[in-house]
């Protein structure tokens, strides 16, 4: 048999339950309360940060407020139904022990810093509903390795996956038309990133501090660069660029080491990469293919 130590609403229709065992059970219909920040959210959800260690989110609840969750430093999953749309910004931000998430197949939305912190999460999959992943979305999920991408996310925002320190391998989906500036920042483990050939648009210091980055292919539909985005990237030696017209680059800096660096580039195009003024920097440009 199961006590309740507290129950009330978070929401007009959305009402919670925290059973002995430190699980909150969320139950009802619609959105859940919007509350500014933890110190605008009624008193008895306040006193909810130190006691939940499990999330249960039943019924048809349908949004995940903003900052809902954040810094409850007990939590350690969370259990999704399948009619979440919307996960709001900072809504699990410092959850420091949350290391299992399950995501609604109907989810929409993940916002501004939503995860910004969990940096007991190990791995998560977005599902292929999802088209947006805000800035920041990730940002500091230190213990992350693997992140699963859905066929339907458009972009990678400013400082999604930054400090994801674990994360080792992603492959970015034909969906994804821009990876924005500091992306995937200080993620020191990453050895093997694919990027599709939607992708259009790459930003500044997106790979910035990729320490463990060797080799890179730019698609051939990229046409813009933003500054340094492999800066401090110390292990690159490679990068082929897929596109016979040299992509421009912000302040004409890729940021990587010309010297040691090769690039290599379709073997009719190297003559346009070694008159072009950021490109031709690079010593070694090899036509091979």
């Not at 007009?12 to 110190?39: A, P, Q, W």
């Not at 349908?62 to 900072?90: C, D, P, Q, R, Y």
């Not at 109907?106 to 940096?119: N, Q, V």
């Amino acid at each position: 048999m199961f006590f309740f130590l507290n129950s009330g609403k978070c929401g007009t229709s959305v009402y919670y339950k925290l059973l002995k065992d430190g699980t909150l059970i969320l139950s009802g219909y619609g959105e859940m309360g919007r509350y500014i920040g933890m110190d605008n959210a009624p008193l008895r959800w306040q006193l909810l940060w130190d006691k939940v260690r499990f999330i249960v989110i039943e019924g048809n609840v349908t949004l995940i407020s903003a900052w809902a969750f954040e810094g409850w430093k007990l939590l350690e999953s969370v259990i999704t139904n399948n009619n979440i749309t919307e996960i709001g910004s900072g809504a699990f931000r410092n959850c420091y022990r949350l290391s299992s998430i399950t995501l609604s197949n109907s989810l929409r939305k993940i916002e501004y810093g939503a995860f910004y912190g969990c940096s007991s999460l190990k791995s998560i999959t977005i599902p292929n509903s999802v088209y947006l992943i805000d800035d920041h979305a990730f940002s500091e999920c230190r213990s992350l390795t693997s992140v699963t991408l859905g066929v339907s996310v458009f972009k990678i925002g400013k400082g999604t996956f930054s400090d994801c320190s674990s994360l080792e391998t992603i492959i970015i989906p034909n969906s994804v038309t821009s990876i924005g500036e500091y992306a995937f920042f200080s993620c020191t483990s990453l050895t093997s990133i694919t990027i599709s050939n939607s992708v259009t648009f790459i930003g500044g210091s997106a790979f910035h501090c990729c320490a463990s980055l060797e080799s890179i292919t730019i698609p051939n539909k990229v046409t813009k660069i933003g500054e340094r985005p492999f800066w401090g990237c110390v292990s690159l030696v490679s990068i082929v660029s897929l596109n016979p017209t040299p992509p421009e680059i912000e302040k004409e800096d890729l940021g990587v080491n010309y010297e040691t660096c090769t690039l290599k580039v379709p073997i009719y195009s190297q003559s346009a990469y070694r008159n072009h003024p950021a490109w031709s920097k690079f010593k070694n440009i090899e036509g091979v293919f």
